[in-house]
């Protein structure tokens, strides 16, 4: 059994005031003159005995209620099977140019940084790696300027590149605990459903979605006229949603 706060422990000290009171109460006891009192001995025997056992009933009882009402406040709990195994954490977070795109007042990329740096305690050892950075073994202290200007990247992990990096920076120590956290948009490019779980590993995903998710491709660039001052290019796009007309300059330079 474990408990949430066991610092509150401490105050089952404070039993000790009870059973102080309870054996070093003094009593001061008047004498007032009677008769003869032989017939007396035998009860005032068995009612001073009664007496003390009720006094040990009552102690024992504000006893046992201080220490469940301290008990109660610690909250104690029955751990899992893995809750008593070091715990190994690694994070792959996705700078790709996808993540460039808006989630209310700031990019995707922003977001996920800002989510890590809530998240994670700052005595947390991680390890993270982005598309095109590694930060091993790490607190989030030490990276937290890295995060926060950490930039846009054209090169883009697939799902089965990320998973085979992830497990080199997993220890072989049998027993302990292997969490991957995956922070991505997940476009096509990585969310391929051929690695579906890593041994030994519990993968988690968190997906961030666009408030807006445009994707516009060339189909085609040719040359439409030229002159001695001016080139003008023209394109054929795609998109899935609906296009205006636009209008690039573009200045060329002769030899």
């Known amino acids: 059994m474990l408990f949430k706060h066991p610092n509150l422990l401490w105050a089952l000290l404070l039993l000790l005031i009870p059973i102080f009171i309870h054996l070093f109460q003094l009593r ?21 005995k009664s007496h003390s056992l009720k006094k040990w009933l009552l102690l024992f009882t504000r006893l046992l209620l201080l220490t469940a009402l301290i008990v109660a406040f610690a909250q104690p709990f029955i751990p899992g099977k893995t809750a008593l195994k070091s715990n190994e954490i690694v994070i792959y977070l996705d700078n790709s140019l996808s993540t460039q795109a808006k989630m209310g007042t ?13 998240s994670i305690p700052e005595e ?34 697939q799902l089965k590149e990320i998973n085979l990096k992830a497990k080199t920076f997993f220890s072989e120590v049998e027993g302990t605990r292997k ?5 991505s948009d997940f476009q096509k490019t990585i969310n391929s459903p051929t690695i579906d779980s890593i041994p030994d590993i519990n993968r988690h995903l ?27 290019l023209k394109s054929i796009l795609s998109s899935n949603t609906e296009l205006d007309n636009t209008r690039f300059p573009f200045i060329t330079e002769k030899d």
């Open 28 to 48: 001061r006891f008047k004498k007032t003159p009677f008769t003869n009192v032989k017939i007396l001995k035998k009860v005032e025997a068995q009612s001073r």
């Open 124 to 157: 947390e050892v991680f390890t993270l790696f982005t598309n095109d950075k590694i930060f091993k073994e790490v607190r989030i202290g030490d990276i937290k300027n890295d995060l926060l200007a950490l930039p846009y990247s054209n090169n883009q992990l």
């Open 206 to 232: 968190v997906k961030l979605t666009p408030e807006s998710l445009v994707n516009i491709s060339i189909d085609t660039v040719f040359i439409n006229s030229y002159s001695s001052d001016n080139l003008e």
């Open 179 to 183: 969490d991957l956290v995956l922070i």
């Open 106 to 118: 700031a990019t995707l990329l922003e977001n996920m940084v800002q989510g890590i740096l809530k």
